[in-house]
C-alpha cells in the first residue's frame, strides 16, 4: 500500500500542476504606445489597398509624417491617425490614408487595451482596431473595433480557419451575437460577430462620451472584449497600469470561449493593427453603403476636396500590451519598412487566464478534483 501511495504521489502532483495556470487572469505590462514614442515599433503597410479593395493608399512612415497623417498631437501627446482630408482626389485616384501593424506579436497569454479618444466614421470610411497573424486565416484575426459608414454600434468577430464555432459564450446581455461560425470559409468570411449594444462604442456616440478603453484578452481559455466608455473606466484599468487582472473586470462585451474552438490550435501570436480604408468590399457595397448614407461611395465622398473626412481619425492615448508570462508570449519583429511580416518561429505562446465566470467553472472543476484527490488520499491513509 505505502509503495502504491509513493508511485501515485507524481500523478497528484501532475494534477496540482495542471491546476496551477487556472487562477492566472493577473497579467504584466510588457509594452506601451504612448505619447511622444507611440509610432515607434510599427510598420505604415506604403502601397494602396490590395487587401480589402478600398479606394485608399496606405502611405509610408515618412508620407504620413510630411502630410501630418500620423503623428503626435504636442498639445494633447495623443496619437492622431487619419484619413488626408486637406487633398482633392481627381477621378481614378485613390486618397490617402493609414495602416499601421505592430512589429512584435503577441501569443496566448496576452492582453491588449487601447484607450481612445476618437475612432474614425463617416460615409465611405471603413476603420478597424484588430489583429492577425501573418499566415492568416491560419493563427486566425481578431476584430475589436470595426464598423464603416454612419453605424452606430462597434462590430466585434474572429475570423478562422474552418472548426472555430462561439458556443455558450458568457458576454453582456446587451451584446447582439450576429453569428456563431468563425471560419472563413462560412458565409464569404462573414467571422463569428458581436455587436455592443451601446451606441458609445461607434462614431459620434462614441467621440461625444470622451472615448473609451477596449480591453482585448486572448487566453487559452478563449478570447473576450470588453468595452468601457470613458464615464465607465473600471479603477482596475486607471489605478495600476503596471498590471491587469481580467477576473475584475465583470462579463465582457464579447466572449469566443475555448468550447468551440481550441485558442492553441486557431491562434497564433498576433500583430496589432490600425487602419482606415474607404468604400472597399464593406464600406463600399451598395447594399451595406445605402443602409447609413446615400448617394455613391467613391464618387461622392472619396473625389474631390476631402471635406468629407474631418472625422476620419483615430486619436489615441494608449496602446498597452499585458502578458501572464513576461516576453515569453511575445515575438519580436524587426522595424521592416514593408508590409511587415515578423521573422518566422514556432512559439505561440501558451499561458491561460479567462473571464470570471470561465474561472468560477474551472475552479469548480478544481474543487472536484480536490475531492477525488481527497478521496484516493483516505484510500491509502
Ligand atoms: C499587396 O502589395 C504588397 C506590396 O507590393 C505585396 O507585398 C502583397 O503581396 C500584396 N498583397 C496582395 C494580397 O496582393
Ligand atoms: C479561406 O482560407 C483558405 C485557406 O485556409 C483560403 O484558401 C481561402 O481562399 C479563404 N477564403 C476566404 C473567403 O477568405
Ligand atoms: C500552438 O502551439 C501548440 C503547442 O505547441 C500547437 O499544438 C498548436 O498547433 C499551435 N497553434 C498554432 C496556431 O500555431
Ligand atoms: C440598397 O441597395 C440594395 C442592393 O443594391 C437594394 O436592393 C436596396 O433596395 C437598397 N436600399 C435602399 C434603401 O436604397
Ligand atoms: C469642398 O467640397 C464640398 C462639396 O463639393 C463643398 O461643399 C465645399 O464648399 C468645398 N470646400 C472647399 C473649402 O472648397
Ligand atoms: C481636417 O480634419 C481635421 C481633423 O482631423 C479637422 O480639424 C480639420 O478642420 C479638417 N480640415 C478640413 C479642411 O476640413
Ligand atoms: C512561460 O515561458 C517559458 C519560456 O518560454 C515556458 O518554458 C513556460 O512553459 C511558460 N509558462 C507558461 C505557464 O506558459
Known amino acids: 500500500m505505502r509503495s502504491a501511495a509513493r508511485s501515485l504521489l507524481p500523478v497528484v502532483l501532475a494534477a496540482i500542476s495542471l491546476l496551477t495556470p487556472v487562477a492566472a487572469t493577473n497579467y504584466d505590462l510588457v509594452k506601451e504606445y504612448a505619447g511622444s514614442t507611440f509610432f515607434d515599433g510599427w510598420t505604415f503597410y506604403d502601397h494602396f489597398d490590395n487587401l480589402t479593395n478600398g479606394d485608399a493608399v496606405f502611405v509610408s512612415a515618412s508620407v504620413a509624417k510630411s502630410a501630418k497623417l500620423a503623428f503626435v498631437d504636442p498639445a494633447t501627446n495623443h496619437a492622431i491617425i487619419k484619413v488626408d482630408n486637406t ?18 506579436r503577441y501569443g496566448l497569454g496576452s492582453v491588449w487595451v487601447a484607450d481612445m479618444l476618437h475612432i474614425p466614421y463617416g460615409c465611405s470610411v471603413w476603420p478597424a482596431w ?36 462561439v458556443v455558450n459564450p458568457v458576454q453582456l446581455a446587451s451584446s447582439i451575437q450576429t453569428s456563431t461560425d468563425c471560419s472563413n470559409l462560412t458565409n464569404h468570411n462573414q467571422g463569428c460577430l458581436v455587436t455592443d449594444g451601446n451606441t458609445a462604442s461607434y462614431g459620434q456616440g ?7 478603453v477596449w480591453v482585448t484578452e486572448l487566453a487559452s481559455s478563449g478570447i473576450s472584449i470588453w468595452f468601457f466608455p470613458r464615464a465607465n473606466i473600471p479603477s482596475a484599468l486607471t489605478s495600476n497600469t503596471k498590471a491587469i487582472d481580467t477576473s475584475t473586470l465583470g462579463t465582457p462585451t464579447g466572449n469566443w470561449p475555448s468550447t468551440g474552438c481550441s485558442m492553441d490550435k486557431f491562434f497564433s501570436p498576433h500583430n496589432l493593427i490600425f487602419d482606415i480604408t474607404l468604400c472597399g468590399d464593406f464600406a463600399g457595397n451598395p447594399a451595406i453603403f445605402n443602409q447609413t448614407c446615400t448617394g455613391v461611395c467613391y464618387n461622392d ?3 474631390g476636396n476631402g471635406s468629407n473626412y474631418a472625422t476620419a481619425y483615430f486619436e489615441v492615448a494608449s496602446v498597452r500590451v499585458y502578458s501572464s ?33 470561465v474561472a468560477m467553472q474551472r475552479s469548480m472543476m478544481a474543487m472536484l478534483l480536490a475531492l477525488a484527490l481527497g478521496a484516493i488520499a483516505r484510500l491509502f491513509a
Not at 487633398?87 to 505592430?102: A, G, L
Not at 484575426?141 to 462590430?155: A, M, Y
Request: a negative charge; hydrophobic letters at 25%.
Open 325 to 357: 508570462n513576461g516576453t515569453n508570449n511575445i515575438i519580436k519583429g524587426g522595424s521592416s519598412s514593408g508590409s511587415g511580416s515578423p521573422g518566422a518561429a514556432n512559439s505561440n505562446g501558451t499561458q491561460t487566464g479567462g473571464n470570471g465566470a
Open 87 to 104: 487633398s482633392t482626389v481627381p477621378f481614378n485616384e485613390k486618397r490617402n490614408t493609414v495602416r499601421i501593424t505592430t512589429n512584435d
Open 206 to 212: 462614441f467621440a461625444a462620451a470622451g472615448g473609451g
Open 130 to 165: 484588430w489583429s492577425q497573424s501573418p499566415d492568416w486565416p491560419v493563427g486566425g484575426e481578431i476584430d475589436t473595433l470595426e464598423g464603416v459608414n454612419l453605424v452606430t454600434h462597434n462590430q466585434m468577430g474572429l475570423h478562422t480557419e474552418s472548426g472555430c464555432q
Open 301 to 303: 465622398y472619396v473625389l
